[in-house]
């Protein structure tokens, strides 16, 4: 009885191990996809977001001392 209680014990200490594993790879993958969205979005958005503080450094610059 006791060696069944042990042998099971193991295998879950197995599976949690597995799934750790696994874990790691699902964050990674998530991370990876995040950084690939996030240079699409710099890409897109970047003339955007350089006009816009062209036009704040030209109304800063036109304002009277």
């Given at each position: 009885m006791i060696d069944r209680?042990?042998?099971w014990a193991l295998s879950l200490?197995?599976?949690a191990?597995?799934?750790r594993g696994q874990d790691l790879v699902e964050y990674s993958a998530i991370a990876g996809l995040m950084?690939?969205?996030i240079v699409a979005g710099l890409a897109i958005f970047t003339p955007f977001i350089n006009n816009f503080f062209t036009g704040?450094?030209?109304w800063l610059g036109n304002l009277p001392p």
């Amino acid at each position: 009885m006791i060696d069944r209680i042990v042998v099971w014990a193991l295998s879950l200490k197995a599976r949690a191990s597995e799934e750790r594993g696994q874990d790691l790879v699902e964050y990674s993958a998530i991370a990876g996809l995040m950084a690939v969205a996030i240079v699409a979005g710099l890409a897109i958005f970047t003339p955007f977001i350089n006009n816009f503080f062209t036009g704040l450094g030209t109304w800063l610059g036109n304002l009277p001392p």
